[in-house]
């Protein structure tokens, strides 16, 4: 995985970016194996079936997730009526979807990952996810098992961010596939404007 531009301490930890990046890796995986076209268009993601490993490594070393994240909104997203206790503990764990393939583990294990951040690193679930700080507050006082719940409510698969940007994912691509690194870190750079614009244009949302 290339070494990522934003993992000094104290903005974000070392560690962090590698799990992101380890993600990051899974989400392409899954997203050439079974991503609909619409996602990134059929030419793009073309491209990134044909990818190789090492294409791919470089694609995920971001410090940000090349996924999109988000809480569920309006009534089906309400907190009081997502699982608060549930006894015996064989309801807490019940499957909530059956076998219904790769994309629900994926996305229970990036809200496992959101939850971690949450408890030990707001800052970075900010950075990293995208999410609300009045979010993370939340998430943070989740017990283990309800995340099951709340990835149970999350549209799958998870589109990429910032699909509609004209740039974003053709350079990433493109410069991947060609080897072009210094071009690449550009395009990864590129992201974390993307990521900052995004904060600045959404305010913090505060907790209920």
Known sequence: MTQSYLSNPPVLAAGD?????????????????????????VELLGALRQADAGMRDAIAGCSYSL???RFPEGAAGEWSALPQVQDPAAHRYSALTGDAGTWPAFITT???FAWHLSRNSPLSARFMLWLHPGH?????????????????LQPSPLPPR???N????PD????ARNHQSLRLTAAQLLGVQLLAADIELSPP????
């Not at 970016?17 to 268009?41: F, I, K």
């Open 17 to 41: 970016v590698a799990l992101v990046g380890r993600l990051n890796r899974d989400y392409l995986d899954l997203l050439s194996g079974t991503g609909p076209h619409e996602l990134l268009g």
């Open 67 to 69: 996924f999109t994240l």
């Open 110 to 112: 990036a809200w496992f």
């Open 136 to 152: 993370a507050a939340l998430l943070a006082d989740f017990a283990p098992w309800q995340l099951r719940h709340l990835a149970a």
């Open 162 to 164: 910032w699909q509609s």
């Open 166 to 169: 004209p740039c974003f994912w």
């Open 172 to 175: 990433l691509i493109r410069f």
């Open 205 to 208: 949302r505060t907790r209920r």
